[in-house]
Nanobody
Framework: QVQLVESGGGSVQPGGSLRLSCVAS????????MVWYRQAPGKQRELVAR???????NYADFVKGRFTVSRDNAQNTMYLRIKTLKPEDTGVYYC????????WGQGTQVTVSS
């Protein structure tokens, strides 16, 4: 049974940082490219970052060097480090495989406000 469990979100002030985690089970994590998506209030879910099984990364243009995706294959875990948080980063962050599974976890809420 597939499970993707996101955590690490919270309420932070602009300029702060967070590290999100995604623990995967029920998939061949070690060979799976993984992605982070986010969904802002009232908007569609959008791709934030992608990491291959070998650790190569790609980011959405709006990331502009503030996001870092990484993974620990031994722990079936993917991370997203976000620095210099902005109010527009507010939303629910989800992880998934690439290509996407027909399944989404509960996500982790990130709220950036002063």
């Amino acid at each position: 049974q597939v499970q993707l469990v996101e955590s690490g979100g919270g309420s932070v002030q602009p300029g702060g940082s967070l590290r999100l985690s995604c623990v995967a089970s029920g998939i061949m994590f070690i060979i799976s490219p993984m992605v982070w998506y986010r969904q802002a209030p009232g908007k569609q879910r959008e791709l934030v970052a992608r990491i291959t099984s070998g650790g190569h990364t790609n980011y959405a243009d709006f990331v502009k060097g503030r996001f870092t995706v990484s993974r620990d294959n031994a722990q079936n875990t993917m991370y997203l480090r976000i620095k210099t948080l902005k109010p527009e980063d507010t939303g629910v962050y989800y992880c998934n495989t690439d290509p996407l599974l027909n399944y989404w976890g509960q996500g982790t809420q990130v709220t950036v406000s002063s």
